[in-house]
Nanobody
Framework: QVQLVESGGGLVQAGDSLRLSCAAS????????MAWFRQAPGNEREFVAA????????NYADYVKGRFTISRDNAKNTVYLQMDSLKPEDTAVYYC????WGNGEKGNDDYTNWGQGTQVAVSS
């Protein structure tokens, strides 16, 4: 089991940038595929991005491709989500997820470990 704690959320204006962090403890991240999901009010939790454990695959949802970048620092046991050109529709609670030896899939059920989330609000 790995424990995940997200940070870095906040209130920004459209066009601004934010960087979210997800710090892991309990187990090393080097064997875990890491992902970000988000959930807006009234919506289901949806996939944002994933970085496979071996560093050979990243996966992005179409609605963030070209604007968001997922990265990981295994030495710090931390994964990041750099969010640029933010839009009001990016407003959501953002969740970090981890799956040992995962393949970077997009489904909620593909991940076993979840953080508590961090709120991102983008004003127009």
């Amino acid at each position: 089991q790995v424990q995940l704690v997200e940070s870095g959320g906040g209130l920004v204006q459209a066009g601004d940038s934010l960087r979210l962090s997800c710090a892991a403890s309990g187990r090393t991240l080097s064997s875990h595929t890491m992902a970000w999901f988000r959930q807006a009010p009234g919506n289901e939790r949806e996939f944002v991005a994933a970085a496979r454990w071996d560093g050979y695959r990243t996966n992005y949802a179409d609605y963030v491709k070209g604007r968001f970048t997922i990265s990981r620092d295994n030495a710090k046991n931390t994964v990041y989500l750099q969010m640029d050109s933010l839009k009001p529709e990016d407003t959501a609670v953002y969740y970090c997820a981890a799956e040992q030896w995962g393949n970077g899939e997009k489904g909620n059920d593909d991940y076993t470990n979840w953080g508590q989330g961090t709120q991102v609000a983008v004003s127009s």
